[in-house]
């Protein structure tokens, strides 16, 4: 599984950005999506999830409520609309998949690279 995110960047707080990841490689609706972000001097943290078929999500506290996450099977794209952003939410943010065989909040074994996103006061 090959992962391509894009649409990082800088904004100021309470903007928006939405960030996309394509995935090829492997038949897209049989994964789970995953975004997942790593503050520098920080563990990597859990953004949000999305199973195979698109009827569960699962987002970090710290983003619940301002985040949302969507695919579009047809496109193999998976999105995170990012809205009422603060400057704790600057990261790297790395998308992710793992075959639906597992359970969508469980590991992920498929990582794109990092897209950076700042956001300043």
């Known amino acids: 599984v090959q992962l391509q995110a894009s649409g990082g960047g800088s904004v100021q707080a309470g903007g928006s950005l939405r960030l996309s990841c394509e995935a090829s490689?492997?038949?897209?609706?049989?994964?789970?999506m995953g975004w997942f972000r790593q503050a520098p001097g920080k563990e990597r943290e859990l953004v949000a999830v999305?199973?195979?078929?698109?009827?569960?999500?699962y987002y970090g506290n710290s983003v619940r409520g301002r985040f949302t996450i969507s695919r579009d099977n047809a496109k193999n794209t998976v999105y995170l609309q990012m809205n009422s952003l603060k400057p704790e939410d600057t990261a790297v943010y790395y998308c992710?998949?793992?075959?639906?065989?597992?359970?969508?909040?469980?590991?992920?074994?498929?990582w794109g690279q990092g897209t950076l996103v700042t956001v300043s006061s």
């Open positions: 490689g492997s038949t897209f609706s049989n994964l789970h």
């Open positions: 992710a998949a793992q075959y639906a065989t597992s359970w969508y909040r469980g590991r992920y074994d498929y």
């Open positions: 999305i199973n195979y078929s698109d009827t569960n999500t």
